[in-house]
C-alpha cells in the first residue's frame, strides 16, 4: 500500500481478553517496529522485525505479549489477558533495509487500545 | 548507551514567533543518524528530516530549520514565522546502525501550541 496501515484504528476492551493488532506495512519495507505510547508520553519501543525473524524482543514488557510476522509483510501484536495498564496507542512503523542501513521510519496511524 | 533528551516538554507561542525546540543526543558511536518526526493532533508521525553524523552542514526547509552541532551533541529545530498548523508533538530520535539492528531511540517529545 501507499504507507503503513494498522488495524483496528479502536479497540476496547475488557481486562482479561485477548486482543491482536494487526500492522501492513509499506511494500517492499523489509524492517518492521512496533511502539507503544501511552497518553501524553513518549515512544516505548516493543519489537524488531528484519524480514520474518525477530533480533530484538528485548521491549516486550511481559510474556503476555507477543508478535509475529509473516512473510516478510503484515505484522501481528498479540497482547494476552489484558490488565488496564496495556490501555495505550501502539504504533507500528516500516523502513527500507536492515542492518547498517538507517532510513528514516514510516509509521502508521496507530492502533488506540483502551483495557475497561 | 544511546540516549536523547528533549527537555522543553511544553511550549505555547503566538502565530507569528520563532520558536526553537531543542534535543541533545547522548552516543559514543561515531557513525549515527538524527531525525525529527511531527505528531500531529491526529497521531500519525511524520518525518521531518535525517541527518547522517558526517554532515554538520545546518538545513533550512521553508519556514523549519535545523541547527546541528557536535560539539555540544545538539540537534535543534527552529520554526520561524509559527502557524497554527505548526501545533503538535515534535519528537528528536537518534539512531546508530547495527550489524543485525537498527534502533531508534526516542525523545520525550516537546508539545508545541500556536496560538492565532
Known amino acids: 500500500g501507499a504507507g503503513v496501515s494498522q488495524s483496528p484504528s479502536n479497540k476496547v476492551t475488557e481486562k482479561g481478553k485477548d486482543v491482536e493488532l494487526r500492522c501492513d506495512p509499506i511494500?517492499?519495507?523489509?524492517?518492521l517496529y512496533w511502539y507503544r505510547q501511552s497518553l501524553g508520553q513518549g515512544l516505548e519501543f516493543l519489537i524488531y522485525f528484519q524480514g520474518n525473524s525477530a533480533p530484538d524482543k528485548s521491549g516486550l514488557p511481559s510474556d503476555r505479549f507477543s508478535a509475529e510476522r509473516t512473510g516478510g509483510s503484515v505484522s501481528t501484536l498479540t497482547i494476552q489477558r489484558t490488565q488496564q495498564e496495556d490501555s495505550a496507542v501502539y504504533l507500528c512503523?516500516?523502513?527500507?533495509?536492515?542492518?547498517?542501513?538507517?532510513?528514516?521510519?514510516?509509521f502508521g496511524e496507530g492502533s488506540r487500545l483502551t483495557v475497561l | 548507551a544511546q540516549k536523547v533528551t528533549q527537555a522543553q516538554t511544553e511550549i505555547s507561542v503566538v502565530e507569528k514567533e520563532d520558536v526553537t525546540l531543542d534535543c541533545v543526543y547522548e552516543t559514543r558511536d561515531t557513525t549515527y543518524y538524527l531525525f525529527w518526526y511531527k505528531q500531529p493532533p491526529s497521531g500519525e508521525l511524520v518525518f521531518l528530516i535525517r541527518r547522517n553524523s558526517f554532515d554538520e552542514q545546518n538545513e533550512i526547509s521553508g519556514r523549519y530549520s535545523w541547527n546541528f552541532q557536535k560539539s555540544t551533541s545538539s540537534f535543534n529545530f527552529t520554526i520561524t514565522a509559527s502557524q497554527v498548523v505548526d501545533s503538535a508533538v515534535y519528537f528528536c530520535a537518534l539512531s546508530v546502525p547495527g550489524y543485525n539492528f537498527n534502533k531508534f531511540y526516542f525523545g520525550s517529545g516537546t508539545k508545541l501550541n500556536v496560538k492565532p
Open positions: 511494500s517492499g519495507h523489509t524492517a
Open positions: 512503523a516500516s523502513s527500507l533495509g536492515g542492518s547498517l542501513y538507517t532510513g528514516e521510519l514510516f
